[in-house]
């Protein structure tokens, strides 16, 4: 990872878990990144700037509408990847972690390349090698699990079978 980069998540990442942060974020952020997704056709997202980011394709749970969410992701390898439901420590689950507990058939968007994903919920033994894994990428993360007094889902995506490359 470039140095720069290093210095601006160090500087970034302690403003992430302020109460001030939780309470703007999910207003300001959502519509930022739609708005950089419409004129970038997908290849620039405003998170991707200090973390890997992905626009996750997915059906609604009750209304079966497709829904796009851009979410931070952690790397698992082989191109899989790990999304955590924390939604800036909100007390209720995101809806899009709804949407893959009814729907796990979904794609993805990186670095303007959709490809088609199988989510699993990560539960037992795995989510805390899963958790130790996305805060080597964002320090301090798991707060958000702490700060929302609720159980945050954290789901693998695991390519399926495509054409496309599947490398993150």
Request: with cysteine; net charge positive.
């Amino acid at each position: 990872m470039p140095t720069v980069q290093l210095i601006v998540r160090s500087f970034i990442s302690p403003i992430t878990r302020t109460r001030a942060f939780r309470a703007i974020a999910p207003v300001l952020l959502p519509p930022i990144e739609r708005c950089l997704d419409r004129l970038t056709g997908g290849r620039v997202q405003l998170s991707a700037l200090l973390v890997p980011s992905l626009v996750l394709h997915s059906t609604g749970a009750k209304t079966t509408a497709l829904r796009d969410t851009p979410l931070m992701y952690t790397p698992d390898g082989h191109g899989r990847a790990i999304v955590a439901g924390t939604s800036f420590a909100q007390q209720r689950h995101p809806a899009w972690t709804y949407n893959l507990l009814a729907h796990p058939d979904a794609s993805i968007t990186v670095r303007g390349r959709r490809m088609p994903v199988r989510a699993s919920l990560i539960d037992g033994d795995e989510r805390e090698a899963a958790w130790a894994r996305i805060e080597g990428q964002w320090p301090g993360y798991r707060a958000y699990e702490r700060t929302s007094g609720r159980t945050v889902r954290l789901f693998r995506l695991q390519p399926v079978a495509s054409t496309h490359d599947t490398s993150m």
